[in-house]
């Protein structure tokens, strides 16, 4: 048998928020809330995957890598400059604006409030 990550909690201030927040950076889709009253937020990554965030008191930020096509990458860092989302090429520095990652020929990391850190990344 292989194994396949089915989901991941995500933590938040606020879930709703940050599920939104993601989804719309990434161009991927809310689903709606479940768990025990709703309290996770998903958000399908893909076809086995989703990201559910939760609502925590005091979250602690995660960090979360992410391998798309040029085309994705694309897409996304449009959707980044439209709304103003602070971004760059190095986790210490998410907001320098730059995207020549040290990984890979494209790439770049962006925050959401809760501290988490998306990295978004490349091969062309």
């Not at 520095?93 to 990391?109: A, K, V, Y």
């Amino acid at each position: 048998m292989s194994v396949t990550l089915n989901h991941t909690i995500v933590p938040a201030a606020d879930h709703r928020e940050a599920a939104h927040f993601f989804a719309s950076v990434m161009g991927l889709e809310e689903l709606h809330p479940a768990g025990r009253n709703g309290h996770f937020a998903p958000v399908r990554v893909n076809n086995t995957l989703t990201l559910d965030f939760m609502t925590v008191t005091d979250p602690e930020g995660h960090h979360l890598a992410f391998d798309v096509d040029p085309a994705t990458f694309d897409a996304i860092l449009s959707r980044i400059r439209t709304a103003g989302i602070p971004y760059g090429n190095d986790p210490t520095q998410p907001d320098n604006s730059r995207i020549d990652h040290p990984l890979c020929p494209r790439g770049l990391f962006f925050q959401d409030e809760t501290g988490n850190l998306y990295e978004v990344m490349s091969s062309a």
